[in-house]
T-cell receptor, first 117, second 115 residues
Framework: AQKVTQAQTEISVVEKEDVTLDCVYE???????LFWYKQPPSGELVFLIR??????QNEISGRYSWNFQKSTSSFNFTITASQVVDSAVYFC??????????????FGKGTLLTVNP | NAGVTQTPKFQVLKTGQSMTLQCAQD?????MSWYRQDPGMGLRLIHY???????DQGEVPNGYNVSRSTTEDFPLRLLSAAPSQTSVYFC??????????????FGSGTRLTVV
């Protein structure tokens, strides 16, 4: 069975601070995908990134960056120079990637990020 | 616009009432699934389908029924609503093999309150 742990339930920062959201995952499979989603107060799920288990390259997209380390089973998300609009719940999630087994996502419990002005 | 359409967006039910949450997608995705989101619990899988006529239980299936008679539609039925089913419900769809991003397409959610 798969498991995703987001140990940080809530994080509060002041605008322009950098913040890292942690994600640790468990799976016995060697092929899988990892995701990050943002859920703003409006409630919809906003896709941020999908990473294949074969691709350990870090990724940067504007103020967002992701650090994928298979050795520690972690897929951490950093927001640089945070802004009030970054305030949201962030979810890390995992699905398998073999034989059409990606029918379900396993989510972490989410981290509520509050960015104060 | 292509995507996953969920209706209704909001619903209040009385204990014991029944209702169906609708989910439709127009991307010809094979896979469809229902999740519920509760505070502090993340999203948990209720039921899923890998194709028309094929459904299976997820992590929290009790109190819910599903069917999939067409590729496009995957309704979720509450036969006798209970307060414990107060939640936000998301429908999602995907291809069996991911192609372009993002992989999964989620509906906008249904906020259900059972009183």
């Amino acid at each position: 069975a798969q498991k995703v742990t987001q140990a940080q339930t809530e994080i509060s920062v002041v605008e322009k601070e950098d913040v890292t959201l942690d994600c640790v995952y468990e799976t016995r499979d060697t092929t899988y995908y990892l995701f990050w989603y943002k859920q703003p107060p409006s409630g919809e799920l906003v896709f941020l990134i999908r990473r294949n288990s074969f691709d350990e390259q870090n990724e940067i997209s504007g103020r967002y960056s992701w650090n994928f380390q298979k050795s520690t089973s972690s897929f951490n998300f950093t927001i640089t120079a945070s802004q009030v609009v970054d305030s949201a719940v962030y979810f890390c999630a995992l699905t398998l990637n073999s034989g059409g087994s990606n029918y379900k996502l396993t989510f972490g419990k989410g981290t509520l990020l509050t960015v104060n002005p | 616009n292509a995507g996953v359409t969920q209706t209704p967006k909001f619903q209040v039910l009385k204990t014991g009432q029944s209702m169906t949450l609708q989910c439709a997608q127009d991307m010809n995705h094979e896979y469809m699934s229902w999740y519920r989101q509760d505070p502090g619990m993340g999203l948990r899988l209720i039921h899923y389908s890998v194709g028309a006529g094929i459904t299976d239980q997820g992590e929290v299936p009790n109190g819910y029924n599903v069917s999939r008679s067409t590729t496009e539609d995957f309704p979720l039925r509450l036969l006798s609503a209970a307060p414990s089913q107060t939640s936000v419900y998301f429908c999602a769809s995907s291809y069996s093999v991911f192609d372009r991003l993002p992989g999964y397409t989620f509906g906008s959610g249904t906020r259900l309150t059972v009183v």
